[in-house]
């Protein structure tokens, strides 16, 4: 449901300014607006995580410069122009941003801010629900700081927006489909014996593996460990969203279409680049970087210029 109301304004004034051609049938502008939908989630999602690295502490140079490497090194630049994979993606990174926010600061109207970001995540594709739950190790704690008094009205204003979007995607279930669990498309296949070979073909195989169309992501799990010592909340964030993401994926989805790389990881992969902005503190490491850096903006210039 998230991404056909995001698109509906951009819809809406494409037919406006179509109704303004000779013939009052093109639909010229509505595909051009439409067009830079996934172009914006991706930008969107990229602004997300250079504010997310500043608010856990990272320089602006330094996140400035591993929100760039995200951009144009990993697949968030050739998915800027694939689906709704991007738009999970944007919806993840602004859930993760929040609850990051929130936790520096926790008030209700955070907490409010970040339940509709959950909610716009879980309301992007079905799977959705499930890496959200990536966001908990940032909200437990400050949770659990507050006097218990505030706890309910911190809990509802939450949980509110949270339930208020599991209404909208099970009635957008029901409208259409007639039945409120079904997605359209039947994710859970009951792979489990195949799950270990599917979650390894996910990560290293040559026609969907993660690090071979994104070769950032193995410094940033080699920097886990660093990101473990400075911010153990964010690193659990990292690793719980990304494990989630591949073992759901690999017990529930056989094949992931002709698409650039595994399309389905693509909403969590830029979280596995991340620790890179805690790892790159020394000359040869930053040497790596760059070498690392240069052969993943290669790959993905590669899925932009071809058809996916």
Request: glycine residues 6%.
């Amino acid at each position: 449901l998230t991404q056909p109301l995001l698109e509906a304004p951009a819809y809406w004034l494409g037919e406006k300014l179509d109704e303004l051609s000779p013939d009052g049938k093109s639909y010229r502008w509505r595909v051009t607006l439409l067009q830079l939908f996934d172009p914006a989630m991706a930008a969107l999602t990229v602004m997300a995580i250079f504010a997310l690295l500043c608010l856990r502490g990272v320089t602006d140079r330094r996140a400035l410069l591993v929100a760039t490497l995200c951009a144009i090194g990993t697949l968030i630049w050739p998915y800027s122009k694939i689906g709704m994979d991007t738009t999970l993606m944007a919806m993840l990174a602004l859930a993760v941003l929040t609850a990051a926010w929130t936790a520096s600061q926790p008030t209700a109207w955070r907490f409010a801010l970040t339940g509709l970001a959950i909610a716009l995540a879980v309301n992007s594709k079905a799977y959705g629900a499930l890496l959200v739950l990536g966001t908990l190790p940032l909200l437990v704690s400050p949770i659990k700081k507050l006097a218990r008094e505030h706890r309910p009205r911190i809990l509802a204003a939450l949980t509110v927006p949270v339930v208020a979007g599991l209404g909208a995607l099970t009635w957008y279930n029901w409208y259409r489909t007639g039945s409120v669990t079904s997605f359209g498309d039947s994710y859970v296949s009951h792979r489990l014996l195949a799950m270990p070979f599917s979650a390894v073909g996910l990560l290293f195989s040559p026609g969907k593996g993660l690090v071979f169309y994104s070769p950032l992501v193995v410094l940033g799990v080699l920097g886990l460990r660093d990101l473990w010592r400075a911010d153990r909340q964010l690193a659990r964030v990292v690793v719980l969203t990304a494990s989630v993401n591949v073992l759901f994926i690999a017990t529930s989805i056989a094949w992931a279409d002709e698409t650039w790389g595994p399309r389905y990881l693509v909403p969590s992969a830029w979280l596995l680049v991340l620790p890179v902005a805690w790892w790159v503190t020394r000359r040869r490491r930053r040497r790596w970087l760059a070498a690392v850096a240069l052969l993943g903006v290669c790959v993905q210039f590669a899925g932009v210029f071809v058809s996916y």
